[in-house]
């Protein structure tokens, strides 16, 4: 069964370091989402993502994040200068037609 | 703006015993809900969707839901858990037409053997 894959699954950065997380959605999906998951608290929408550019975001996507698909199969999640509030679990997760999304594992940030 | 709100934080059951976890939604518009299951350790499943038609939509593992638009509700029900339930259960609500999905706190389930 196809999967939503992420990488890596931990990631540990220094305070206003940049990271990457990466993610590949199910190759025939066409909608694809980033959300993140503080310790403890809910899941929260960060961005959706179709036709090569963000259809809706949140409040917390502000300007030190930003997205990209740079080729056909990764879906990427940049966070520019990180801060301590950032540490939580980012998860992908993408769809076919906008409804019912399927989710990664999760990649784990730790802002030290 | 569009929330969602699961009462039930945590829930003790025994095997066996039935399951209705709560979750209710505020917007006024055509609404998509969902139930996710977050199991200790994997990442979040999709157990059974609503999209239009029959309010009463049934899912993997034996779950359903009742979607009343009156009561801007849509709790998820199993007739009888099993230990193997034990997860996190979370409601999500997208407002049709939009790209955002809200999800609700989630509710912590253990089922005791």
């Known amino acids: 069964e196809p999967e939503v894959t992420q990488t890596p699954s931990h990631q540990v950065t220094q305070m206003g370091q940049e990271v990457i997380l990466r993610c590949v959605p199910i190759s025939n999906h066409l909608y694809f989402y980033w959300y993140r998951q503080i310790l403890g608290q809910k899941v929260e929408f960060l961005v959706s993502f179709y036709n090569n550019e963000i259809s809706e975001k949140s409040e917390i996507f502000d300007d030190q994040f930003s997205v990209e698909r740079p080729d056909g199969s990764n879906f990427t999640l940049k966070i520019r200068s990180t801060k301590l509030e950032d540490s939580a679990m980012y998860f992908c997760a993408s769809s076919s037609s906008g409804k019912g999304q399927f989710f990664g594992p999760g990649t784990r940030l730790t802002v030290l | ?113």
Do not use: M
């Open chain 2, 1 to 113: 703006a569009q929330s969602v709100s699961q009462h039930n934080h945590h829930v003790i059951l025994s095997e066996a015993a039935s399951l209705e976890l709560g979750c209710n939604y505020s917007y006024g518009g055509t609404v998509n809900l969902f139930w996710y299951v977050q199991y200790p350790g994997q990442h979040l499943q999709l157990l059974l969707k609503y999209f239009s038609g029959d309010p009463l939509v049934k899912g993997i593992k034996g779950f359903e839901a009742e979607f009343i638009k009156s009561k801007f509700s849509f709790n998820l029900r199993k007739p009888s858990v099993q230990w193997s339930d034990t997860a996190e259960y979370f409601c999500a609500v997208n407002a049709a037409g939009t790209y955002k999905y809200i999800f609700g706190t989630g509710t912590r389930l253990k089922v005791l053997a």
